[in-house]
């Protein structure tokens, strides 16, 4: 079936520590798409890309890098200078056609100790 | 800049009875798309129904339907003959019709459902 997977589901980290979080689609999607989502609160975009290659920031892109070397992979990493980020990390992917409707992965729960 | 406001932080509905979700925009885009997605407990979010600001009539999918007031800026869903299992949060998401993904979300309603 295709999908997107997020991993790891939960992730602990120290302070100062870089952590990856993975986001694979198999839906030949072209758009990729990384939201933060804090309790309480919508989501917000990290950082979207719409082509291999190729990415941009989005609303709250401060503290956090991706990379698009291949059209099924968008990987974050949160880095040390992420003020915050202890959230629940969603991972979408879109085709871009009809409505664009986002299809999203399971999400990813980072909690920093 | 687009916004988008859920008056409604959450709502007991009772099984089998209709429930109505609150959600207004504010955008100066002429041309925009309108979603809803829903939130169960283990995190991922399922897409509900869209409407786009030029149709002409409300969409429904289902058990869903969208009770689209333009002029109000408003884009309320509606969920029918509630079952158990549409416990969860809901979110409403406005987008441009020139960005593609880039969905501004509202802070959504937790919606529980009693036999």
């Known amino acids: 079936d295709g999908g997107i997977t997020q991993s790891p589901k939960y992730l602990f980290r120290k302070e100062g520590q870089n952590v990856t979080l993975s986001c694979e689609q198999n839906?030949?999607?072209?758009?990729m798409y990384w939201y933060r989502q804090d309790p309480g609160q919508g989501l917000r975009l990290i950082y979207y890309?719409?082509?291999?290659?190729?990415?941009q920031k989005g609303d709250i892109a401060e503290g956090y890098s991706v990379s698009r070397e291949k059209k099924e992979s968008f990987p974050l990493t949160v880095t040390s200078a992420q003020k915050n980020p202890t959230a629940f990390y969603l991972c979408?992917?879109?085709?871009?056609?009809?409505?664009?409707?986002?299809?999203f992965g399971e999400g990813s729960r980072l909690t920093v100790l | 800049a687009q916004k988008i406001t859920q008056t409604q932080p959450g709502m007991f509905v009772q099984e089998k009875e209709a429930v109505t979700l609150d959600c207004t925009y504010d955008?100066?885009?002429?041309?925009?798309?309108l979603f809803w997605y829903k939130q169960p407990s283990s995190g991922e979010m399922i897409f509900l129904i869209y409407?786009?600001?030029?149709?002409?009539q409300n969409a429904t999918e289902g058990r869903y339907s969208l009770n689209f007031q333009k002029a109000r800026k408003s884009a309320n869903l509606v969920i029918s003959a509630s079952q158990l299992g549409d416990s969860a949060m809901y979110f409403c998401?406005?987008?441009?019709?020139?960005?593609?993904?880039?969905?501004?979300f509202g802070a959504g309603t937790q919606v529980v459902v009693t036999p």
């Open positions: 955008t100066s885009d002429p041309s925009y798309g």
């Open positions: 839906l030949n999607h072209d758009a």
């Open positions: 979408a992917s879109t085709s871009g056609q009809q409505t664009g409707e986002l299809f």
């Open positions: 890309s719409q082509i291999v290659n190729d990415f």
């Open positions: 409407q786009g600001s030029y149709d002409q």
């Open positions: 998401a406005m987008r441009s019709t020139d960005s593609w993904g880039k969905l501004q």
